[in-house]
């Protein structure tokens, strides 16, 4: 059996029906060795400055920004519909779709007020029409294809144009439910005209997606009701990059779900308010309901925000058991074999398996420990609240990765 530990994970599907506990030792057995080398990591850059005085860029870890530029007062983008290779963990390569080169696509960032104009591409084999999730815009411009448009065709492109007249957590996504499947959504985040008070000194974005990839296979399987792969902005645990902030600093987590699941979204060591969802804002006292656990649920966004006054390396995950792994496959038949466990009913059920190399050499890994990993797989991240030299520190690592 292949002892490499991303030959494993990526080929786990193979080996469903002879899983034993024999085996299940072996795998637990393999981490005495010596660690392998990192995967090698993209680092995108810093996101651009708002515009607006005291609101913060938001930071969406593992997606880009879709840049623009001005037509007069007009902010022009042009957004590509196209099939997209990539991978959620190093060496799980997957055939999706989405938009200009990623899943999800890259995030719309604006201010309320501005005045949009998208060019959409089909670059697609079939027909499509992107919706923009939460916004209210005049019916010809919202994407519904035999409603308010016709859809776009392949090799086609239509132009949409519209003021935003609100700010909050929104979201594009395709109108054709099997292509939401394969991937095609992504962040349209509208700050407001003045920051929301309590201003917050860091901003992050996460999208929320389930997938479900058979056996020897890289291409979803679209038509599931349940899922083996589940992501945070198109990475799983433990390849998914941890959000790094000083302590005392205050928070915003924005959370959207495209997914066919609700999410309980718990966030350890913290204590937050839900602030917004997909209609904007919350109006009212935000802190009247403190929690650490929020349902996402599907088509929804949440905006959590607090103070991070307790330093460590704290978990946001999904807290569905089945959505904490990677490559969950059935078992045909009963559990059984040998080990230190074979006398108990039930066993094995879970392993210890540190893959620190998954997670890559990016800088916000920086001070970790030796098999951090072995707890984070599937819809899970870390929201790392450090003192500020450390974040200074992992600050140059950043700007040194990114100028290679």
Same mark, same amino acid.
């Given at each position: ?265 718990? %966030? +350890? #060591? ?5 602030? @917004?969802?997909?209609? $904007?804002?919350? =109006?009212?006292?935000?802190?009247? !309901? /403190? ?73 916000? %890994? +920086? #001070? ?5 990993? @072995?707890?984070?797989? $599937?819809?899970? =991240?870390?929201?790392?609240?450090? !003192? /500020? ?16």
């Amino acid at each position: 059996m292949d002892r490499n530990r991303r030959s494993f994970l990526t080929g786990l599907a193979t080996l469903a029906g002879a899983v034993t506990a024999n085996r299940a030792a072996a795998q637990q057995a393999q981490h005495v060795h010596p660690p392998a080398a990192p995967a090698k990591s993209v680092v995108l850059p810093d996101p651009a400055p708002t515009g607006v005085a005291g609101v913060v860029p938001v930071v969406t870890p593992d997606t880009p920004r879709l840049p623009f530029v001005r037509d007069g007062n007009i902010k022009v983008f042009t957004l590509r519909a196209e099939p997209v290779k990539t991978e959620f963990l190093p060496g799980r390569v997957v055939d999706a779709w989405g938009f200009n080169g990623s899943v999800p696509g890259p995030t719309i960032e604006v201010n309320e007020g501005d005045r949009v104009r998208i060019i959409v591409e089909n670059h697609l084999p079939e027909a499509f029409a992107p919706h923009w999730h939460g916004l209210e815009v005049p019916i010809g411009q919202d994407g519904v294809p035999g409603l308010s448009q016709p859809p776009i065709p392949p090799h086609g492109s239509h132009t949409y144009e519209f003021t935003l007249k609100q700010n909050g957590t929104f979201f594009y996504h395709s109108h054709m439910p099997m292509q939401e499947m394969m991937g095609m959504i992504g962040f349209f985040i509208v700050h407001p005209k003045t920051p929301h008070l309590p201003r917050v000194d860091r901003d992050f974005g996460i999208i929320l997606q389930g997938w479900d990839i058979k056996p020897h296979n890289t291409v979803p399987n679209t038509l599931a009701m349940e899922f083996n792969w589940l992501t945070f902005n198109g990475k799983a645990g433990p390849a998914t990059t941890p959000m790094i902030v000083k302590r005392g600093e205050r928070v915003r987590i924005r959370m959207v779900n495209l997914s066919m699941d609700h999410h309980p979204i718990h %966030l +350890h #060591g913290n204590t937050f308010y839900v602030t @917004g969802t997909e209609g $904007g804002r919350i =109006t009212g006292d935000v802190g009247r !309901e /403190p929690g650490n656990t929020v349902i996402v649920g599907v088509a929804q966004s949440r905006d959590v925000e607090f103070v991070a006054h307790n330093p460590g390396d704290w978990m946001l995950h999904c807290h569905l058991p089945h959505h904490m792994m990677n490559q969950m496959v059935s078992m045909v038949g009963p559990m059984h074999g040998g080990g230190p466990g074979a006398a108990v009913p039930g066993y094995p059920q879970d392993m210890w398996m540190p893959m620190d190399e998954l997670a890559g050499d990016k800088p916000e %890994l +920086h #001070g970790l420990p030796r098999d951090w990993s @072995g707890a984070m797989m $599937g819809m899970m =991240t870390l929201v790392r609240v450090v !003192e /500020p030299d450390v974040f200074d520190h992992i600050t140059k690592l950043r700007a040194e990765a990114v100028a290679r």
